[in-house]
């Protein structure tokens, strides 16, 4: 089993953030509130606490669903066909799947709260340092690891893995697809009809 680099993990993020792109959007209309912040009158950018909260349950929920599903992986992972499980290989339960995003949570925290405008922006300064310092040894483990293991699928037990997609998945998901698309009935000689799909000849077509 090859493990993921840093690049192909990178662009997963990029294609699955592409992908979450309308309906995080289409909430921001919703709620009104700016998907892009704001800039407030000190010059700093501001987020709602809504949309901070909003975007990242979506992106919870997201990844969770999916890498705990047979596919093992999100769309965006998919793609670049990286599929995230045990140390063994094995498929993560739903669980394990929520505690991998879950904690990265806290450290989102003090950005949340510096940058939604609620006049502490100075206090939780050096929080916001704490947790940027955290998620930097996360990536610096991710790359230059032996394994490429970034620091919250340490915590976890989890690993990512890079391969060829696993197509029996996809049929796991989809069994009913010869329902939704039926072969083509076989062509008939002579107007008439072998429940078997096979070809009539003349002599049955007369009882003989």
């Known amino acids: 089993m090859e493990w993921a680099g840093f690049w192909p993990r990178a662009g997963a993020l990029a294609l699955d953030l592409l992908i979450l792109f309308p309906p995080m959007w289409a909430l921001s209309l919703l709620f009104g509130y700016p998907i892009f912040g704001q800039r407030s009158p000190d010059g700093q950018v501001d ?57 990265l949570f806290p450290l989102n925290l003090p950005f949340w709260l510096e940058h939604a405008n609620l006049g502490v922006h100075q206090s939780f300064h050096w929080a916001v340092l704490l947790a940027d310092f955290v998620l930097g040894i996360d990536v610096l483990l991710l790359i230059f690891t032996r394994r490429n293991t970034a620091g919250h699928d340490l915590l976890c037990g989890t690993r990512v893995f890079r391969g060829p997609p696993h197509v029996r998945h996809f049929k796991r998901l989809t069994p009913h697809l010869p329902l939704v698309f039926p072969a083509p009935a076989a062509k008939v000689n002579g107007g008439g009809g072998d429940p078997r799909g096979g070809h009539v000849n003349g002599n049955q077509q007369d009882g003989r």
């Not at 990844?63 to 499980?85: D, E, N, Q």
């Open 47 to 103: 987020f709602p606490l809504t949309a901070s909260i909003t975007n990242s349950l979506i992106w919870l929920l997201y990844s969770t669903i999916f890498i705990s599903s047979p596919l093992k992986a999100t769309p965006g992972k998919r793609l670049m066909r990286l599929t995230v499980g045990r140390p063994d290989g094995g498929r993560l339960s739903f669980s394990q799947a929520f505690a991998r995003i879950g904690v």
